[in-house]
Each structure stands twice: as C-alpha cells, then as structure tokens.
C-alpha cells in the first residue's frame, strides 16, 4: 500500500472511536471525488470502522497498512451520484433500560475490542469486536429472533453493527445509548 498517493492526510492517532470517523466525515469533504484520504490512527477498532463507513456511504475503501500499532487507512471520494446518505440503526434503548433488564439476563454483544472489553463490561455480555461480526453470524444465528441489545463504547460502533445484523435477519437488534461511557450499572473485568 505504500505506493498510494494521497491527496490529503488527516492524524487520529491516539483518539478512540467515534472521533476517526468523525474526522474522516469532515475531511472527506474537504477533497474531490476520485482523491484519495489517508487517515492516521491509533485504535484497533478503525480497522473495521473506517471500512464499514466508507461502504456505507459509498466511498471507496481502498485499504488499510499496519505498522508497530499505527493503521494507515486509505478512502477515495466517490462521485455525489455513488454516494449514500448516512443512516442510523431507528432501534434504540438507552443505558438506563438496559439496566433495568438485567434481572432478566438479556442478550447483551458487546461490539468493542478486546481489550476495552477486558477492562470493563456488562456482567454477561458477549464479546463480538465488530471487525468479526461479518465471520460471527453463523454463531449467532441461534440468536437472530431474541431481543439483541448492542454495545460499543459511545454508540457509534454499536449503530454499524446493529445495522449489520439487521440486514442478517436479525430483526430485534437494538443499539445501545450513549453505550458505555455512559453506563452506570455493573462492571465485571476480565
């Protein structure tokens, strides 16, 4: 990948999911279509996040280079007639009705990497870093007619893969809100 010429390079490196994207959304619009973005990051999880949005939105992911903990990730800017208008997953619960369905052992995935997983989760919750959703499903199809409750750490990634699954057959999938940065219920550490 080395031999990509970018036309611009924005640096996310030591930000956390959402802020890659986020700063991906605003730079993208800052080069014309067929140019190519090169974004900089520090966060296992763009890996997934940067190639799920650009097909999302119907931006060319063109790939990503890994070296000593830095992702270099690479998006050329469709034409606005390829473009797709960002959507939302239109399932939601908020944190607090979340807690509430604990008693009742709800299926909670948790869609973060490992590691912010090993720090600190929802007792029960089931680890699926979104980069292995896609290779997941046949696993959690046993799933796909329960009420499934997703969770990144601000929502943004849990929105993906609500959506992911969503378009998998998997039709009560919720997106947990503001995910857990915001939950205040218990924690368990691995």
């Not at 949005?53 to 790939?63: L, V």
């Not at 009420?147 to 601000?154: A, G, L, N, P």
């Amino acid at each position: 990948m080395s031999d990509v010429q970018a036309n611009k390079s924005i640096d996310c490196k030591g930000l956390s999911c959402p802020m890659p994207i986020v700063r991906t959304k605003k730079a993208i619009d800052e080069v014309q279509p067929g140019q190519v973005l090169e974004v900089i990051a520090t966060d296992p999880g763009s890996v997934a996040d940067m190639k799920a949005w650009a097909e999302r939105t119907g931006h060319q992911f063109i790939g990503t280079t890994a070296e000593n903990g830095t992702f270099t990730h690479y998006i050329r800017k469709s034409n606005p007639s390829e473009t797709k208008p960002e959507q939302t997953h239109p399932h939601v619960i908020s944190n607090e009705d979340l807690l509430a369905k604990l008693p009742d052992h709800p299926v909670i995935l948790d869609v973060r990497e490992p590691a912010e997983y090993a720090f600190g989760h929802i007792p029960g919750a089931k680890l699926v870093p979104f980069g292995e959703l896609e290779e997941a499903i046949a696993d959690l199809q046993p799933l796909a007619e329960q009420d499934i409750h997703v969770i990144c750490r601000t929502g943004s990634r849990s929105d993906m893969a609500c959506q992911v699954l969503s378009e998998r057959g998997f039709s009560n999938v919720k997106n947990v809100i503001p995910g857990m940065t915001g939950w205040t219920g218990p924690v368990e550490s691995k």
